[in-house]
């Protein structure tokens, strides 16, 4: 449905330029951040965060499992009082599992804003790149060309502008 709402979009835009000419030109961001110094660095700064949290969760996790396992192996061996005192210990030990993985993994926690804080300035630099690229060579349109989810059916290997803009971010970082 997308796609056929682009082509149609598409056909619009052919038939109202007339005999003006449209040039149409694509990217790939993904090659255009794995290119890109700073793409690199600040991915390696939200990985090395994200492991540290991650490792925090994992021994939350294995604390809270070996509590669990210790209370099977000793609950026939337990009064009541004791087994639901252990109980309500596991169920808050799980909820602070839960509450650590939702507010450090989970949507608008803080590994999402952290990506958004590092990723954004990175994101407004290559949108500008590909808006000065796209003025240099005269481009109607630029599409990027996401390797999961291309809105391309088609293209000429010519219109590829990704390396142009690769070298303008290079160019520009100097």
């Known amino acids: 449905m997308h796609l056929l709402l682009t082509a149609a979009c598409m056909l619009l835009l052919v038939s109202s330029a007339g005999a003006q000419a449209l040039k149409l030109g694509y990217v790939d961001s993904q090659k255009i951040f794995e290119g890109l110094p700073e793409a690199k660095e600040a991915q390696d700064q939200l990985d090395a965060r994200l492991q540290v949290w991650q490792d925090s969760l994992d021994m939350l996790s294995k604390q809270y499992l070996q509590e669990f396992e210790a209370y099977q192996s000793q609950q026939g061996m337990m009064s009541e009082t004791a087994k639901e005192e252990k109980q309500q210990e596991l169920l808050a030990l799980q909820q602070v599992v839960q509450e650590y993985r939702t507010a450090k993994f989970g949507q ?67």
């Not at 803080?110 to 990723?119: D, F, G, I, N, T």
């Not at 630099?125 to 391309?152: H, P, Q, W």
């Not at 088609?154 to 100097?174: H, I, M």
């Open 108 to 174: 608008g926690g803080e590994a999402a804003r952290m990506r958004q804080s590092v990723l954004a300035p990175l994101q407004d630099k290559v949108l500008k790149a590909i808006r000065e690229v796209a003025k240099e060579e005269g481009l109607n349109f630029v599409f990027d060309k996401i390797e999961d989810a291309s809105m391309l059916l088609y293209a000429e290997e010519k219109f590829d502008y990704t390396f142009k803009v690769l070298d303008n971010l290079k160019r520009g970082s100097k």
